[in-house]
């Protein structure tokens, strides 16, 4: 019987499976789909497994996910992430590496993830010698990972669970909730208006901003006593404007729509003469592609 190694991007399959459930926990379907890998494996012995994730950041009880994961034989292993960037993936590929090239005797990896792609390391392995069993949600996984995983190398992890386990979500993008715009108002203050002038000048060409590079526009170029949150919160209350939630994956993020029927809308756009292009880096924000989308300074309350 062949010895195998288990490695999950246990952050990854969190977020995934989040977005995917709706009763239970991820860590109980995460175990589910472990059982059924083991018995899909029936020829191979899994004698270690590691599962990757800051785990202090998942919104599941944390000393539950580690018994669930340690009852399975899965080691826990921390890795710190922030809005900026989840290395789970890149220790994983490290671990994979290693075991590699320190433990000969395990000749099948089996890489469980939700929807995250490892080709380079797939291939890495197999150019070892090695057998890699890819297990991810084949729905949303790219296409190119298929013809890198060899014949029957590839399990979707759909097909491990029950019927029903896996209630459809909202894609990533559209509205968890669309609210409507509030009765039409006067906006009382020049701040709030000239807020308004800002928003369409530098993001009047898209029908829908991100609040984040909003309000660090407004940060720059409104008063220093300006609080650009309390502006659009000003300009929501007038129907002028309003905010929306969208499904992201991992995160939630929220967008700012504009009301062309408002009448000071319509004299702001007749004031500004359009969105300015020239700072436009046509990728639908009027930024450099190092500023960051991620909205922990910026976030209200209801992003936090």
Not at 168 to 195: H, K, L, M, R, Y
Not at 248 to 277: F, I, K, S, W
């Amino acid at each position: 019987m062949t010895q195998a190694c288990v490695l999950i991007d246990y952050q990854n399959l969190h977020h995934h499976l989040k977005s995917q459930i709706s009763d239970g926990s991820p860590a109980d379907v995460c175990a589910t789909l472990l059982d059924a890998i083991r018995d899909h494996l029936s020829d191979t012995r899994i004698i270690t497994g590691r599962a990757y994730a800051d785990f202090s950041g998942l919104d599941d009880h944390t000393r539950h996910v580690k018994r669930t994961l340690y009852l399975h034989g899965i080691e826990p292993v921390f890795v710190p992430a922030t809005m900026h960037r989840n290395t789970s993936d890149l220790q994983l590929a490290v671990d994979a590496i290693e075991t590699r090239e320190r433990r000969p005797e395990i000749e099948t990896f089996v890489i469980l993830t939700g929807d995250r792609d490892y080709v380079p390391l797939v291939q890495s392995l197999l150019s070892a010698g090695r057998r890699v069993v890819n297990v991810a949600f084949r729905e949303h996984l790219a296409p190119y990972v298929l013809r890198h995983t060899g014949n029957g190398e590839y399990v979707d992890a759909e097909s491990l669970l029950p019927d029903g386990a896996l209630t459809p979500q909202p894609p990533t993008g559209e509205p968890i909730e669309t609210t409507t715009f509030n009765a039409v108002a006067d906006i009382e203050s020049e701040d709030a208006f000239d807020a308004l002038k800002v928003t369409i000048q530098h993001f009047g060409q898209y029908d829908e901003v991100y609040l984040t590079p909003l309000l660090r526009r407004l940060s720059e170029e409104m008063p220093r006593d300006a609080e650009p949150k309390e502006l659009i919160a000003e300009l929501e209350e007038a129907g002028a404007v309003k905010l929306e939630r969208r499904r992201g994956m991992p995160y939630d993020y929220t967008v700012l729509l504009v009301n062309d029927e408002h009448p000071e809308v319509q004299e702001a756009r007749t004031e500004v003469g359009g969105p300015d292009l020239d700072q436009n880096t046509g990728d639908g924000l009027p930024f450099g592609d190092s500023d960051e989308l991620d909205g922990d300074d910026y976030a209200f309350e209801d992003d936090e």
